[in-house]
């Protein structure tokens, strides 16, 4: 049985069970704007960060988390189209 420690940890691995940079970095930057938002509400206008700074990192994770997205949908698909040809092969 998978308790949450190693669920957490299964989030941040690729088909091959590695360590992959795009959901580290897809959290990192929700956890910045997050961060940043909160602060902001509480702030004056005059300490907000820079409206590029802040599109910037919304790129970099929605590009994170659309790259990490994709490769976990597209591997299922190659694995298939693999065994397929296997199949044929024998």
């Known amino acids: 049985?998978?308790?949450?420690?190693q669920w957490v940890i299964d989030l941040f691995?690729?088909?091959r069970g590695s360590t992959s940079v795009k959901p580290?970095?897809?959290l990192l930057g929700s956890l910045f704007l997050s961060t940043t938002m909160t602060i902001n509400s509480f702030s004056h206008a005059d300490f907000a960060p820079a409206d590029n700074?802040?599109?910037?990192?919304?790129?970099i994770t929605a590009i994170?988390?659309?790259?990490?997205t994709l490769d976990k949908f597209s591997s299922p698909s190659k694995?298939?189209?693999?065994e397929t040809i296997d199949d044929t092969e024998a």
Request: net charge neutral; proline share 0%.
């Open 64 to 68: 994170g988390m659309g790259a990490d």
């Open 79 to 82: 694995k298939k189209k693999e």
């Open 1 to 5: 049985m998978m308790n949450f420690k």
């Open 13 to 15: 691995k690729d088909e």
């Open 53 to 59: 700074l802040v599109d910037a990192v919304l790129i």
């Open 24 to 26: 580290v970095i897809a």
